[in-house]
T-cell receptor
């Protein structure tokens, strides 16, 4: 699908290593988001950015970092400080405004070995 | 912040029957109420939404109803089909200021349609 892409689809990491998940969108959206999804836990917000060079912590930001140097890109780094990083990670974007649909990427499944 | 609850957590229905799932929220200032559907292994997608000045909205077999006084909104699916089997997330939205597009997702309702 076009619109918003994530890579890789599956990622394996050894304990103690940092890893970066890619998220790119060509929808010209201002706002971008990272969510973590665990079974039975719904979608929990990690970080979000409403404009280039600005981002805010979500509900579970500890152990994660982000950057927003370009409008199209919002990479997420899972650091070794994240104690339980194995999860499904979803990136999303939305245009500015009050009532706007969030478009999700296909997700990255991260497994720590 | 917004406290969102979805009930029931799992709903099983016979194919052809109707399904109703409910989302309760805490912030009375919320004014936008979307429902997202996530099929197994896929990304969530918006299926229907409603704004606070409307009580009900329909789109073919699905409808959303809003009760702002009681602070809940519901998703109704009629004539259920196997492809309706999915997890459904509600995400009531309170724009603290223009441009705040942060959504508070519930934990989801698992709907299982039995053929």
């Amino acid at each position: 699908d076009g619109g918003i892409t994530q890579s890789p689809k599956y990622l394996f990491r050894k304990e103690g290593q940092n890893v970066t998940l890619s998220c790119e969108q060509n929808l010209n959206h201002d706002a971008m988001y990272w969510y973590r999804q665990d079974p039975g836990q719904g979608l929990r917000l990690i970080y979000y950015s409403q404009i280039v060079n600005d981002f805010q912590k979500g509900d579970i930001a500890e152990g994660y970092s982000v950057s927003r140097e370009k409008k199209e890109s919002f990479p997420l780094t899972v650091t070794s400080a994240q104690k339980n990083p194995t999860a499904f990670y979803l990136c999303a974007s939305t245009s500015s405004g009050m009532y706007n649909e969030q478009f999700f990427g296909p997700g990255t499944r991260l497994t720590v070995l | 912040g917004e406290n969102v609850e979805q009930h029931p957590s799992t709903l099983s229905v016979q194919e052809g029957d109707s399904a109703v799932i409910k989302c309760t929220y805490s912030d009375s200032a919320s004014n936008y109420f979307p429902w997202y559907k996530q099929e197994l292994g896929k990304r969530p997608q918006l299926i229907i939404d409603i704004r606070s000045n409307v009580g009900e909205k329909k789109d073919q077999r699905i409808a959303v109803t809003l009760n702002k006084t009681a602070k809940h909104f519901s998703l109704h699916i009629t004539e259920t089909q196997p492809e309706d089997s999915a997890v459904y997330f509600c995400a009531p939205h309170h724009p603290l200021y223009y441009g705040n597009n942060r959504l508070a997702f519930g934990k989801g309702n698992q709907v299982v349609v039995i053929p």
